[in-house]
């Protein structure tokens, strides 16, 4: 998972600081939004020429890093 969680970028000349996926203008948030709509890994990266399938699946490793919380309150 690391190795796939190294493609994920934190540039603050990027996209305002947002991790991005290997430096390019792509906003993690941008792509799990794509893949939570229900586009499939192929129609995003048919759509999105200058991206990998290992770029998708960092994103979701990179999302899966995020949910490891220790606990979320109730009510929020």
């Given at each position: 998972?690391?190795?796939?969680?190294?493609?994920?970028?934190?540039?603050?000349?990027?996209?305002?600081?947002?991790?991005?996926v290997?430096?390019?203008?792509?906003p993690?948030?941008?792509?799990?939004?794509?893949?939570?709509?229900?586009?499939?890994?192929?129609?995003?990266?048919?759509?999105y020429?200058d991206?990998?399938?290992?770029?998708l699946l960092?994103?979701?490793?990179?999302?899966?890093?995020?949910?490891?919380?220790?606990?979320?309150?109730?009510?929020?």
């Open positions: 998972m690391d190795n796939l969680l190294s493609r994920i970028t934190i540039d603050p000349q990027v996209c305002h600081g947002k991790p991005c290997r430096g390019l203008r792509y993690v948030e941008t792509l799990l939004g794509l893949l939570s709509s229900g586009m499939s890994t192929d129609e995003v990266l048919e759509d020429e991206l990998e399938r290992d770029d960092a994103v979701l490793a990179y999302a899966a890093r995020l949910a490891q919380t220790r606990r979320i309150a109730a009510g929020t």
